[in-house]
């Protein structure tokens, strides 16, 4: 069991990131396949993450040049 992930939405997209199962952390980013009715494989994250949040950015390219 997975515990501690955040799921967000990204367009029509949601998307669980990280999470825990009581003795290891996840780096994993599922999309949610509406189709097949089950999480898919949509990348990584650079360090492992539970208890973390998502914020909203209205200008990336502030933050990404």
Not at 21 to 48: C, H, R, Y
Not at 57 to 62: A, L, M, S
Request: aromatic share 8%; hydrophobic share 30%; glycine share 8%.
């Amino acid at each position: 069991t997975v515990s501690m992930s955040i799921i967000f939405r990204i367009s029509s997209h949601y998307l669980l990131s990280g999470g825990n199962d009581g003795s290891s952390q996840f780096n994993s980013i599922l999309s949610f396949n509406k189709t097949e009715e089950s999480w898919q494989p949509a990348g990584q994250m650079t360090v492992e993450r539970s208890h973390h949040t998502v914020e909203k950015i209205e200008d990336i390219g502030q933050h990404c040049p």
